[in-house]
């Protein structure tokens, strides 16, 4: 056996990259500028750093020059760092205090992104008499390196150009306009000043630095700049603009408030430049989870990325920054609370539910805001100050289903229910009591509505106890129990109690009506438990209505079972409960039932 | 909007947090109003919808009831809907069904051959139906049939339907678990622990399984450091009930009992009841070994919020709550055991050591 090395195809290679670890053919921009300033950055002595970029024509089509006064190469420096895919000068000690934004070394391919070759003329700031190397690369892997004799020290001060000339499907990423854009998307923050050259114009790109650190005259114009800047960045008018600071991981910037309410399922998607330089618009995990209220442009100097460019890595450092970042927006709600109370009442009317998600997690903010936020009630939708007011025993149910089975019965008696059935109610309310002095919660459910009905005396009880056990035998095979009470509305003849267990089970026996043993057999065992407490619903008939009370005086059982088949699907279908083929039956036989008996009434009548 | 209009039910659903209980009541709402109107397809998106949602939010019994009906749709009309989605939800359900005492060894057996049959065309080689036969094993206390189906797990070829690459290193990772080999453990997840791989669940549920492992090997700083990075993945997640167990017991045998009550008390409330008994038994044990531990420490009442009669006011009367736990817990053990047909997951429920038994479950 011999040995042999691996042989990598560079133009296969640089495809792969092309598609996969860059998201496009414009990073070759951020390429470039980052290796500008990593080349500024690792250069101590005392030098006023500059980026020029130049365009113009050259024999083989459109170039692009990128020209800095960093640290520049050796002869030696360019064999080792260049001619070798995967490496680069900016690891070790070094490279933590000086910050470069490179450490991968394949940022330089990039440039076969847009060009066939790419052509770097560098002379080391390390000594005095640096020669001027020549380096050209091309796409199929091979290189050329040479001293310039054109170019001298005396023409060429310490630093690095960089050439690339468009490929013919490449022209337009070449093109002044896209350049430009392309540069101040990336290196807007960017320190070392940056200026793209066209002919005789220039076009300053980072000028005017982060907008969010610029002094300005009055609170009001900050305020009026930022929104601006937001409307820029994000294509879209903001609410407000909050300023955004953290210590932990050197992050700051600014968080701006949407003029709408976000879909709870949307990611976050935050902007974030690394040291000034863009790293994502994506960013998902800088800022809290209950934030999703606004959008932020944060600058991050002591944070990882991922690979992925779109998070950070999970550490404590990052929890920190993220707590210090959620502080800023908790001091700019408190500050409104404050100060500018009819702001926080418009923010909170779009923004509640992340606001509910804030207070959820965080006693302080749920002290401060929860007379703010709006519930969905038995009694229409309410600000909590309004419900406290009504009454401090808070009474709510976690489940949609009971909710909409109380709400019209409660609202008649007057009574307020809220429904905790959305994202962050539940845990809200039921933190409520640890955090306010006065105010108690209290869990209902559709049955402990029942219990504040009117019961019958001993001889209403004795007078319509044929009438439920004539109940029970419709209803035996329904997992449902009937009763009878007294309430309001007077015009409801039934209310219709679930369980969630036996709604469970009904679920899984109305499935099992559609046949198939294999799965019938199943669920059966997954039900189980639940069917083991034999849960009943209730089908509760209403003193209170007029033709309730009728039925309780027809003497006809037939009329009467009738009359109770069909007030049960009657309830079960004002509830939305999925009925079952012999619901179905029921209501089918119950509906002619009752019209023979209309017709047999007329008949004799007319006789 | 509209409460009565399954569409924007429907797309209240989707607009929910993904692991929201909301997310799951909607979307089961707005599949009776579809089913109630006739409209197939729209019933079918809202009960996929619920599904997932069931999922995520702890509730596999709910997962299984609306995959049962979207197959039989399925058998129904063949060719309307998506069946690689349905197939992956249906084998998440198989894998559960051992979970449930209730359902017999045979009625298992049939929807393993029933799953692997439909799975063919994804997975000819049935690698994903043997790696889910070698849980099913396992649950079912078979242990040498679990050495079995591993064996030929391992053997067969990769097709489509297997899961996530993360998924697929963190189940390599507990296999060797499983085989108490800690280093090859390790060796087949390290692109989930630097970041390459990542899925919902994965590497939260990962690092939960080495905890214990590690500070038993003596690597104590290493499994603290992982504790810590796991746990803060999982806080936020209720539902993963068996990896908060391990993350409990783990600071009950390096003795931070206050840290471990704090931890069972943020989700006792579903582990203690979770519908799918096997993964609420291995809770039950992380429960006792918390309750047992205080006990032992001379403390007769903690101020602790437990679900049930286990707490009243906050507050849970040690010995009384760990002797209602331990009869939760034989009960349980005894379905399981007239259902296994063996004594094995009984006896590791039984054991005197709480937190090797949470250590040794059952939970892929
Ligand atoms: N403008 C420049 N000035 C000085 N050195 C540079 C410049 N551009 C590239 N280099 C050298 O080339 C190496 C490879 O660059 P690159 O492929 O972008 O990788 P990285 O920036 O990750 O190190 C760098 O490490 C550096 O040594
Ligand atoms: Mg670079």
Redesign the pocket.
């Known amino acids: 056996m011999s040995a042999h090395k691996f042989q990598v195809h560079l133009g296969g290679l640089i495809d792969l990259l092309s598609h996969h670890l860059y998201s496009g053919p414009e990073v070759y921009v951020r390429?470039?500028l980052?290796?500008?300033v990593?080349?500024i950055a690792?250069r101590d002595d005392a030098f006023d750093p500059r980026i020029d970029i130049r365009l113009d024509h050259g024999p083989d089509g459109p170039r692009l020059h990128?020209r800095?006064n960093?640290?520049?190469?050796t002869e030696d420096?360019v064999h080792r760092?260049?001619a070798t895919i995967g490496?680069?000068?900016?690891r070790g000690v070094d490279a933590v205090r000086k910050e470069?934004?490179?450490?991968?070394?394949?940022?330089?391919?990039s440039g076969f992104l847009v060009s066939d070759h790419i052509e770097?003329y560098?002379r080391s700031a390390k000594t005095e008499d640096a020669p001027v190397i020549h380096w050209r690369g091309h796409k199929d892997g091979t290189y050329e390196v040479g001293h310039d004799p054109d170019r001298t020290a005396a023409d060429f001060a310490a630093?690095?150009e960089?050439i690339l000339t468009a490929r013919p499907d490449a022209h337009a990423l070449l093109d002044v306009d896209t350049v430009v854009g392309l540069a101040r998307h990336y290196g807007s923050l960017l320190e070392p000043p940056i200026v793209v050259h066209d002919g005789m114009a220039a076009h300053p790109i980072n000028d005017e630095g982060a907008p969010w650190r610029q002094p300005y005259a009055s609170p009001g114009q900050r305020r009026e700049a930022l929104l601006a800047y937001g409307q820029r960045v994000f294509n879209q008018r903001f609410f407000d603009a909050v300023p955004l600071v953290s210590s932990a991981g050197h992050v700051d910037g600014v968080a701006f408030v949407l003029a709408h309410s976000p879909s709870l399922a949307q990611h976050r998607a935050d902007r974030a430049y690394l040291k000034g330089m863009l790293l994502s618009d994506r960013v998902d995990n800088l800022m809290p989870e209950w934030a999703f209220f606004v959008r932020g442009v944060l600058d991050v100097r002591g944070l990882r990325p991922t690979a992925s460019r779109e998070s950070f890595a999970d550490d404590d450092a990052l929890d920190l920054a993220r707590d210090e970042l959620g502080d800023c927006l908790r001091r700019y709600l408190t500050h409104l609370e404050q100060h500018d109370p009819e702001r926080l009442t418009r923010l909170i009317a779009v923004h509640h539910l992340a606001l509910k998600a804030l207070a959820a997690d965080d006693d302080e903010s749920l002290r401060l805001f929860i007379d703010y936020l709006p519930f969905e009630t038995s009694l229409g939708r309410m600000l909590f100050r309004d419900i406290r007011v009504k009454t401090p025993h808070i009474a709510y149910t976690p489940n949609l289903d009971a909710f909409r089975q109380m709400a019209a019965v409660a609202a008649a008696q007057g009574s307020c229910i809220v429904n905790a059935a959305y994202a962050y109610e539940r845990r809200l309310i039921e933190r409520l009591p640890a955090v306010l002095d006065g105010i108690t919660v209290q869990e209902v459910d559709a049955a402990s509505l029942l219990e504040s009905f009117g019961e019958l005396d001993l001889d209403e009880r004795d007078l319509f106890a044929d009438f439920l056990a004539e109940a029970r035998h419709v209803l035996a095979t329904r997992q449902c129990e009937p009763a009878l009470k007294r309430f309001a509305p007077t015009n409801l003849p039934t209310l219709f109690a679930d369980n969630p267990d036996a709604a469970f089970v009904r679920e899984v026996e109305r499935q099992q009506d559609e046949g198939d043993d294999l799965w019938s057999a199943v669920l059966d065992g997954v039900a189980a438990e639940r069917a083991r407490a034999m849960p009943k619903a209730q089908l509760v008939f209403n003193l209170n209505n007029p033709l309730v009370e009728r039925l309780l005086t027809v003497d006809d059982p037939a009329l009467r079972q009738l009359s109770i088949q069909t007030l049960y699907v009657q309830a079960l279908l004002l509830g939305h409960f999925p009925l079952r083929p012999d619901d179905l039956r029921l209501l089918a036989d119950g509906m002619i039932g009752l019209i023979e008996f209309g017709l047999d009434a007329h008949a004799r009548w007319v006789q | 909007m509209s409460e009565d209009n399954p569409y924007d039910l429907l797309s209240q659903a989707r607009a929910m947090p993904e692991k929201s209980e909301a997310r799951l009541l909607l979307a089961e709402r707005a599949a009776k109003l579809f089913e109630a109107e006739g409209q197939l397809d729209g019933a079918f998106d809202a009960h996929d919808e619920a599904c997932d949602a069931a999922c995520w939010s702890g509730h596999p019994d709910k997962m299984i009831l609306h995959t049962s009906w979207m197959l039989k749709k399925h058998d129904e009309h063949p060719d309307r809907f998506d069946e690689f989605i349905l197939l992956w939800r249906y084998k998440w359900c198989v894998a559960e069904l051992p979970g449930f005492p209730a359902i017999g060894r045979d009625k298992i057996e049939d929807m393993l051959d029933d799953c692997g049959r439909r799975m063919l065309g994804f997975d000819p080689a049935g690698e994903a139906i043997k790696k889910i036969r070698f849980w099913v094993a396992r649950m079912l206390g078979d242990e040498p049939g679990a050495h079995d189906w591993a064996q030929q797990w391992r053997a067969a070829e990769q097709g489509i339907i297997s899961d996530c690459a993360a998924c697929e290193m963190d189940n390599e990772a507990e296999y060797w678990l499983w085989k108490g080999e800690l280093e090859r453990a390790e060796a087949a997840v390290g692109p989930v622990l630097d970041g390459r791989r990542a899925c919902a669940e994965v590497p939260h549920r990962t690092y939960a399984r080495f905890i214990v492992p590690l500070w038993r090997a003596g690597r104590t700083d290493q499994a603290a450091d992982w504790d810590r990075t796991g746990y803060r993945l999982v806080h936020k997640h209720p539902k993963m009930v068996g990896s908060h167990a391990h993350h409990i017991v783990y600071r009950v045998i390096t003795g931070d009992l206050d840290e471990a009550v704090a931890r069972l008390e943020r989700v006792a409330g579903l582990g203690l009841s979770y519908p799918q008994q096997m993964t609420r038994l291995c809770f039950l044990l992380a429960t006792r070994a918390v309750l047992g531990a205080l006990a032992d420490a001379g403390r007769d009442e903690v101020a602790l919020a437990l679900p049930g009669a286990l707490s009243e006011d906050g507050r849970v009367d040690v010995n009384a709550a760990l002797a209602q736990v331990r009869n939760q817990i034989e009960e349980l053990a005894e379905a399981f055991d007239a259902r296994n047909q063996t004594r094995t997951i009984g006896d590791l429920a039984r054991s005197d050591d709480p937190v090797g038994a949470v250590e040794r479950f059952p939970m892929p």
């Not at chain 1, 960093?70 to 190469?73: A, E, K, Q, R």
């Not at chain 1, 470069?100 to 391919?109: A, E, N, S, T």
């Open positions: 390429e470039l980052q290796n500008a990593d080349a690792a990128v800095d960093g640290i520049g190469l420096e760092f260049l490496e680069s000068s900016k470069f934004l490179g450490q991968f070394g394949i940022g330089l391919l770097l560098t630093g690095t960089v």
